[in-house]
């Protein structure tokens, strides 16, 4: 299809509610209230308020639209799909001085003006060395200019004192000349230089942080005044898999069991979902699936109440039709009968699933089907266990806390260790959620330090992923410090396994 110009009349109306550029940048969500919509630029705070507007994306996805820097001298027009990322690095973007928040400079300028301008008014904001001081003091945010080999990175420093959490992100500022792909990470040392840490890698963009505790620091350089953090950039080519992208898969030829044109219609408003039994409505009568209407208590479409009535009527309809997996778009070809779809869905080996570290290290790799193998290699590869036995040094009045990663049978699992209130605690998660399927037990045999020969056996099942540890008594396995003191000496060592069945 040939791409349209927007007559000027018509462009200064398709404006962003909250920004005021052109709503050329997608997702693109409408007001409830019908004064407006936002564009892609702009967070959405409350989701509730907003529908999104796909049939304005489908149309205007042909429109050609001019770039917001048309001001500062650009000439660009672009469909949607290429302008976002035009903008970003546009030659005629003009950026105001990172230090605007925590001083009063006022400067804005282009790209290529911005390191002059730090040298001059901000050199302690230069990163010398690559790295900077970490204190968990005081509350702050700060941005760093860091250049690297002629490219520019702001590096953003936030402190949480109360929380006692620190988190940096970094961002490149591209020019359109470049097409190099960058990501970064963090080597944390003591200020004695014995011991460092190396964070795990991340994009280059300010939505991809990397968080860390004062508890956690402490845990792996032991207690230190302060800290020196290192920010060290990383070239990717393009054809290299970024680690927190879903697994690429090509698009799904369509199943002909499926009446496309019939089940387009059963999407839910919400959440675009097909929508499965049980469906409910509205006061009004418009319908939603399960989960979503749970969720509202309003209609985002009349407002009125979410009376969470069961829709029978069209339940007896959809039962009969044949649904694709919610999970196509990443490779499942799986289509049955309404009623069957809850089933698959619930263990489908295409459902997206975490880092099992994404709750400890903040790590925010993400996959579907494949890639945890790989990534636990590359990026976690300290923690998983090389052998079933494992020795941790104890004291009996020190809370103390372990996280592995174990690999069996093609599977990978999370294993948790936790000492506290004089308990000893074990419990092992599944990574993929799908693998969930597979039913198998862990063992855990405590060794006998003293020499006595005796024996504590203990065996638990294996449960699905959760973010919290020691929630549940019945998913984890317990004994007391009562139980097995004479075992002990400065360490508590014991054997763990996992088997099927």
Known sequence: MSKLFIPADILDKMVCLNCSLYLSVFPIHTKNDSSGAVCGRCPITDKSKYIRDEAYETISQYLLFPCRHTANGCH??????????????????????????????????????????????????????????????????QKFLLCKDDRLFLVKKEVESHKRVFICSVEHLRSEEEDQ????????????????????????????????????????LGEQQFYIVTVEIVAHNKNEKVLTQLA?????????????????????????????????ECKTGHSFCDDCSAKEKKCPICRDPMDRVQNFTIEAVVKCMTYPCRYRRYG?????????????????????????MKATLGCQWTSCNTGIYEHIEENHLDLVLK???????????????????????KLAFKFVYKYENEKFHWEIQHVNPAATKETCRFEVDIIDLSGNKRRCFLSGI?????????LDPTKYVMVTFEQIQ????????????????
């Open 76 to 141: 660009e027009n672009l469909t949607p799909n290429k302008l976002s990322e035009h903008e970003i690095s546009c030659k005629f973007r003009k950026f105001d001085c990172p230090s605007v928040g925590f001083s009063e400079c006022t400067w804005q300028g282009p790209r290529n003006e911005m390191l002059p301008h730090f040298e001059v008014k901000h050199p302690d904001l230069l990163l010398k060395n690559d790295s900077f001081e970490l204190r968990f003091n005081d509350t702050l945010v």
């Open 248 to 280: 690429k898969v090509s698009e799904p030829k369509n199943n002909e069991k499926i009446d496309w044109e019939k089940i387009s219609n059963l999407k839910c408003p919400i959440c675009s979902l097909y929508m499965l039994p049980p469906i409910f």
């Open 462 to 470: 294996v449960t699905v992923p959760a973010e919290e540890h020691f």
């Open 387 to 409: 052998a079933e036995k494992v020795d941790i040094p104890f004291s009996r009045n020190e809370l103390n806390e372990k996280i592995y990663l174990i690999k069996f049978s």
């Open 332 to 356: 499942c070809q799986f289509a049955n009968k309404a009623l069957s779809m809850a089933e698959h869905e619930k263990f489908c080996e295409f459902s997206p699933y975490n880092c099992p």
């Open 486 to 501: 004479s075992f002990i000496t400065d360490k508590v060592s014991f054997r763990i396994r996992i088997v099927k069945g």
């Open 181 to 220: 792909q960058f990501h970064y990470f963090l080597k944390v040392l003591g200020c004695e230089r014995t011991y460092m840490y190396t964070s795990n890698e991340k994009s280059s963009e300010w939505d991809d942080p990397t968080s860390l505790t004062s508890d956690f620091l402490k845990e792996k």
